[in-house]
């Protein structure tokens, strides 16, 4: 799903160097009897049935929404070429392997934080901001009682750390056996955490400013999902002096932060399967072909997401793709592994041996017993008050489409327990000693091919 957000961020740079941004006005061809340019937006006009210039230009002039996923209509070129030169970038950064993507992530990882500062001064500087701010941290903590919160923050981590994902398995792999991967999580947390608190800053300062500029309190501007960076951000840069340069600044920070997770997915990826298959696809010209073979592939398939219904299959793929039945199904497997099969004291003993320092009790205790709790917990609350996907309070998929969505989701739990099974049937020996032996493999064959 990153390319496709890199493909819609794109769009909006090319717009961006437009004298006149075109989600400022309404004197646009794509524009409804029903838009409010940012001239007259008010908060007694916001409460009518109108859509905003910003909303428009969303809508029906980059996606060009159908009525439903029924109706996909034509590819979208404008989507498809941005699409095209996503991926473009993705094969060039990754063709040669992490040799070639670790250079690309010197530049893309480091960059966006120049621009989160620069948007960071900025956010602070505009009158209202500090209103966001306050609203930002200081929350109404009577939410806390309320189980989504909980489940949405959890969600949140797995999706902010990428967990369950397997890109820090894999690239992880590629460290040296002594490397201090005690360290190197620590950091990865400070890092993270701490740049989502600060981006926090950047965001809800601007909401501050539009809140002010609107009439109405924070919690009527903020939104989630593809409308807060795509809407209510360039509305916000579109209010500001010099508004084509923030612009510029914020897509810049997107379209780096999305493409340098795009490549790092599909490296991992393609390191899994040349793992799987060392002799056919690490042979230098046999890998920058199968590379090649992934990126056109995927390209052709993304091309009905840009199509004029793709929105609706993109929402759909991100709602239950990666759920929260994936993700919570995926660590209590991981902690049954690691914490039962293989044994924690195991586990502990080969940190110790690798970094020189043994993981303090605190973890044994999560692997064994916390998370897995956590996440089972959270795994049966989701199920209980599971409600079925919308888009805008209004659109309702076909039955057909929630089917092929739980299809999504089972395809990816139902794989963890089918290839156990498979490989408990093929390997002898009792139903531990083959999950031991099946998890050293792993972890054996993973430093093996790295050597």
């Avoid at 609107?214 to 960076?229: C, I, K, M, R």
């Avoid at 039962?340 to 044994?364: L, Y």
């Avoid at 999504?408 to 531990?432: D, I």
């Amino acid at each position: 799903m990153y390319r496709l957000r890199a493909a819609w961020a794109l769009v909006y740079l090319v717009f961006s160097f437009r004298s006149q941004l075109p989600w400022a006005s309404c004197e646009n061809t794509w524009n409804t009897a029903n838009c409010l340019g940012l001239k007259t937006f008010n908060v007694t006009e916001i409460q009518t049935n109108i859509t905003s210039a910003a909303t428009e230009f969303w809508e029906r002039r980059v996606l060009g929404m159908s009525g439903g996923i029924e109706e996909l209509g034509s590819v979208r070129w404008e989507l498809a070429l941005c699409l095209l030169a996503s991926w473009m970038f993705c094969y060039f950064s990754i063709w040669k392997g992490v040799r070639s993507s670790g250079k690309v992530a010197y530049f893309t990882a480091t960059f966006p934080y120049v621009m989160l500062l620069i948007l960071l001064i900025r956010g602070l500087t505009l009158p209202g901001a500090w209103d966001g701010i306050y609203y930002y941290l200081y929350p109404d903590l009577t939410r806390l009682a309320k189980l989504e919160v909980w489940i949405e923050a959890g969600s949140q981590i797995f999706f902010s750390y990428s967990l369950t994902a397997g890109t820090l398995n894999v690239l992880g792999s590629y460290n040296d056996y002594n490397n201090n991967c005690y360290k190197d999580c620590f950091w990865l947390c400070l890092l993270n955490s701490g740049t989502s608190f600060v981006a926090g800053f950047v965001v809800f300062s601007v909401l501050g400013f539009m809140a002010q500029k609107q009439g109405v309190t924070v919690d009527n501007v903020a939104e989630s999902g593809p409308g807060l960076a795509f809407i209510v951000y360039p509305q916000a840069t579109a209010m500001m002096p010099l508004p084509q340069f923030w612009t510029v600044c914020f897509f810049l920070m997107l379209i780096l932060l999305t493409v340098d997770t795009h490549f790092v997915i599909v490296e991992s990826f393609i390191t899994t399967v040349s793992d799987l298959f060392p002799k056919w696809f690490r042979a230098p010209v046999r890998h920058e072909i199968f590379v090649l073979i992934i990126c056109v592939s995927s390209f052709l398939i993304h091309l009905t997401l840009v199509t004029e219904g793709g929105i609706y299959i993109f929402q759909l793929i991100d709602f239950y793709g990666s759920t929260r039945v994936c993700q919570n199904f995926m660590v209590i497997c991981e902690c049954l592994a690691v914490g039962w099969i293989f044994g924690a004291d195991r586990f502990s003993n080969i940190i110790e041996d690798m970094t020189g320092q043994r993981p303090s009790v605190f973890f044994k205790l999560c692997w064994k017993y916390i998370i897995p709790l956590l996440s089972s917990i959270s795994f049966i609350l989701y199920l209980v008050d599971y409600k079925h996907l919308k888009i805008n309070d209004w659109y309702t998929y076909p039955d057909w489409a929630y089917a092929l969505g739980w299809t999504m989701t089972l395809s990816s739990v139902l794989m963890v327990p089918l290839w156990a099974a498979g490989q408990m049937c093929l390997t002898a020996g009792t139903f531990r000693q083959v999950s031991i032996h099946l998890l050293f493999l792993v972890l054996v064959n993973q430093q093996v091919q790295r050597v």
